[in-house]
């Protein structure tokens, strides 16, 4: 049986796509070599890790288990939709900077887009929602702990305390986050 | 992975879906697919068509009837079920169940009837509706018919739908005045699968438990217990009357052992998964 192709109309990161994809394509698949959107990272390729998790009509979804046709009409954001190309990080990236919560990284755009999901959802969630939110997401480098804070410091939610990045040398913080402005939350817990 | 060489088909009326699915040898029913893309991954299965239904609205309701019977089309995600008012309110275990599975990714793809259909014995979905007596409506080309829930499991992976038949609903009878819904799972870590499970009906009339249904899970089949609901009716909603009658619960249960867990050990954790299912149902009740 040979492939079906079809066409699809999809908004990705507020841009109108219209595409012709495969039956079997996965959306994955669509996002990184179709558009180009490398940011989506394809990790255990079986729904089990959340690296390619994406936003799609406000829910975040792993896009290796989705058809890139399933996702005809539909909004979809990625982690390049976040912040500008070389601009300020936003917020919640920000957080993940000051918290070391990222090593090797290439878990990190699908633990920010779940994060975001989950920021979206709710406003002030505390650690147990935190992890219970990012359980689709497996991060073999940090055990966790430095990324939950990071989400609940964006979150707003972490204790006084515990909302010190303040000692990262310029040199270990990423370009991007040692650049730009801390958001004044942050601001008003360094020491 | 690239998926094998397949047709893709997104029918526009469910009556197109049950002629698709029937005029192709080799279609599957495409939902959610948070199990289907990765058993084509893998391939387990090689269909060459893929009919996706996720869309039908006739597969996307949820309908409460004059008596009370809650329809719920079998297309709802398990975020739409957790997040719906009416579930929330008629059948508060249920929604909360459903709230608990997996992730957040896959509670916003995964559907009510992949649950269902899969007939994977570790899926939260069976037992419980065996144990609410749940009826599942079957599409086929030559029209509905009705099966219940008990009567839909035949082995692992094998259910009674025919080829070419479709779910399209899952009909939970009302809860009646002194009923109440247990639903316990032992589970390695949080919101994951499980190594038991157990569901329970009971109705609880002047402190004595008055019809019990108690299924467990994780076996080849969602199994009921009917020596042990036998030993809860006409005896008293406590504690120790119910431990007692959980001693008779794993007959004709056979879960297989595997790398997670032995069989015995699953059957003894069975026994105190639907102990504590009973016990939380006369709570609910």
């Known amino acids: ?191 | 992975m690239l998926l094998p060489e397949l047709e893709y088909a997104r029918p526009d009326t469910l009556q197109e879906a049950v002629e698709a699915l029937a005029g192709t040898r080799n279609a599957r029913v495409l939902a959610g697919g948070q199990t289907l893309l990765n058993a084509l991954k893998l391939r387990i299965v090689h269909p060459d068509l893929l009919v996706d239904v996720s869309r039908l609205e006739e597969l996307r309701q949820i309908v409460e009837d004059e008596d009370g019977t809650l329809r719920l089309g079998a297309a709802l995600t398990y975020d739409e079920l957790a997040g719906d008012a009416l579930v929330r309110a008629r059948h508060p275990v249920t929604a909360a169940m459903t709230s608990r599975i997996v992730d957040r990714q896959v509670r916003a793809r995964g559907t009510l009837g992949g649950n269902v259909c899969l007939g994977d014995p570790t899926s939260n979905f069976p037992p419980l509706l065996v144990a609410l007596d749940a009826r599942l409506v079957l599409r086929g080309p030559a029209g509905s018919r009705e099966l219940p829930a008990e009567r839909f499991y035949l082995a692992p992976y094998l259910t009674a739908l025919e080829p070419g038949e479709l779910l399209t609903e899952v009909l939970l009878p009302p809860l009646a005045a002194g009923e109440g819904v247990g639903y316990e799972s032992l589970q390695v870590g949080t919101d994951s699968w499980a190594l038991a499970r157990a569901s329970a009906l009971v109705r609880v009339q002047e402190g004595r438990i008055a019809a019990a249904r108690v299924v467990l899970g994780c076996g080849p089949v969602p199994t009921r217990q009917p020596a042990m609901e036998a030993a809860l009716v006409g005896g008293p909603a406590t504690r120790e009357a119910i431990a007692e009658a959980a001693r008779l619960a794993g007959e004709a249960f056979a879960p297989q052992a595997d790398v997670h867990a032995t069989a015995e050990y699953r059957i003894a954790m069975a026994r105190v998964m639907a102990r504590r299912a009973v016990i939380a149902a006369t709570k609910e009740a």
Do not use: W
């Open chain 1, 1 to 191: 049986m040979p492939d079906s192709a079809h066409p699809i109309e999809v908004v990705v990161n507020g841009e109108r796509h219209e595409s012709v994809v495969l039956g079997r394509q996965l959306l994955v698949h669509y996002l990184r070599e179709t558009l180009g959107l490398k940011g989506t990272h394809i990790g255990c390729d079986s729904g089990n890790c959340g690296a390619c998790t994406v936003i799609v009509d406000g829910k975040a979804v792993k896009s290796c288990m989705q058809l890139a046709a399933q996702a005809d009409g539909r909004e979809i954001e990625t982690v390049e939709s976040l912040s500008e190309p070389l601009g300020p990080p936003n917020r919640l990236q920000a957080a993940f900077t000051r918290h070391h919560a990222l090593q090797c990284g290439y878990c990190t755009p699908g633990m920010l887009m779940s994060a975001t999901a989950l920021l979206r959802e709710q406003e002030a969630p505390g650690e147990e929602q935190i992890r219970r939110g990012l359980k689709g997401n497996i991060c073999r480098c940090t055990g966790y702990v430095n990324i939950v804070r990071a989400v609940q410091d964006a979150a707003g939610t972490l204790a006084q305390g515990a909302r010190i990045p303040g000692e990262n040398s310029p040199r270990e913080s990423s370009p991007r986050g040692a650049d730009s402005p801390a958001p004044s939350r942050a601001a008003g817990a360094e020491r």
